[in-house]
């Protein structure tokens, strides 16, 4: 990756983004010195345009900023960089320099689900109800996607919303389990209903 440092006179801003959340964490700035320390540690380091050096996040409070990936803009002026965050990252104490709280949307957590399953899928740890699902094999794990979707619809035509919620959650869960099993995930259902919701899309 090049970047230009000379066009913004030796210094590129940085955006900080937190590689989970997606939340932008904060705005710094770095020289081509703080660009080639954050590379080789993997931490977060920024050039301090008020002490006139350079400063490694967290170096004294221990909220580091510890590098997922980096990315220039189409100007090689810019940086993207993220980050799992360790603490707060604002030295006023929030997580963000904006005083937002990090925290992933809802449908994030499906991700999370997602790489749960699928370590359980690879450890397979005895005792747990995912693992029994796994090995009682596709025609099972079908059925209880059956059962689960049959039991939320007769919640939503004679039951309660919140039966009609936890019915289906147990539905969205089997519904994973058996995605894993067949090899893909929850994000490929997601892919076909962004490719149905754009203009011209005819149904296979």
Same mark, same amino acid.
């Given at each position: 990756?090049?970047?230009?440092?000379?066009?913004?006179?030796?210094?590129?801003?940085? +955006?900080?983004?937190?590689?989970?959340?997606?939340?932008? #964490?904060?705005?710094?700035?770095?020289?081509?010195?703080?660009?080639? @320390?954050?590379?080789?540690?993997?931490?977060?380091?920024?050039?301090?345009?008020?002490?006139?050096?350079?400063?490694?996040?967290?170096?004294?409070?221990?909220?580091?900023?510890?590098?997922?990936?980096?990315?220039?803009?189409?100007?090689?002026?810019?940086?993207?960089?993220?980050?799992?965050?360790?603490?707060?990252?604002?030295?006023?104490?929030?997580?963000?320099?904006?005083?937002?709280?990090?925290?992933?949307?809802?449908?994030?957590?499906?991700?999370?689900?997602?790489?749960?399953?699928?370590?359980?899928?690879?450890?397979?740890?005895?005792?747990?109800?995912?693992?029994?699902?796994?090995?009682?094999?596709?025609?099972?794990?079908? %059925? @209880?996607?059956?059962?689960?979707?049959?039991?939320?619809?007769?919640?939503?035509?004679?039951?309660?919303?919140?039966?009609? +919620?936890?019915?289906?959650?147990?539905?969205?869960?089997?519904?994973?389990? #058996?995605?894993?099993?067949?090899?893909?995930?929850?994000?490929?259902?997601?892919?076909?209903? %962004?490719?149905?919701?754009?203009?011209?899309? @005819? @149904?296979?």
């Amino acid at each position: 990756m090049t970047i230009d440092f000379e066009k913004t006179g030796g210094l590129v801003p940085a +955006i900080i983004q937190d590689a989970t959340t997606k939340n932008v #964490l904060m705005l710094g700035y770095m020289n081509k010195e703080a660009y080639e @320390k954050t590379v080789e540690t993997k931490t977060v380091t920024f050039f301090s345009r008020s002490r006139n050096c350079l400063w490694t996040k967290g170096e004294t409070s221990g909220n580091r900023l510890n590098v997922v990936s980096m990315a220039a803009d189409c100007d090689n002026d810019t940086l993207l960089v993220k980050v799992n965050p360790e603490g707060p990252t604002c030295h006023k104490g929030t997580d963000t320099c904006w005083g937002e709280a990090n925290t992933p949307g809802p449908l994030a957590f499906l991700t999370e689900l997602q790489d749960f399953i699928e370590k359980r899928h690879m450890e397979m740890p005895e005792g747990s109800y995912t693992t029994s699902l796994f090995k009682d094999g596709v025609n099972r794990m079908a %059925q @209880k996607v059956g059962e689960e979707a049959l039991e939320m619809v007769i919640e939503a035509v004679n039951g309660t919303p919140e039966r009609m +919620i936890y019915e289906g959650a147990d539905m969205l869960y089997h519904l994973t389990v #058996l995605l894993t099993h067949k090899g893909m995930r929850i994000e490929d259902l997601v892919r076909e209903l %962004q490719q149905r919701h754009t203009p011209g899309w @005819k @149904k296979h």
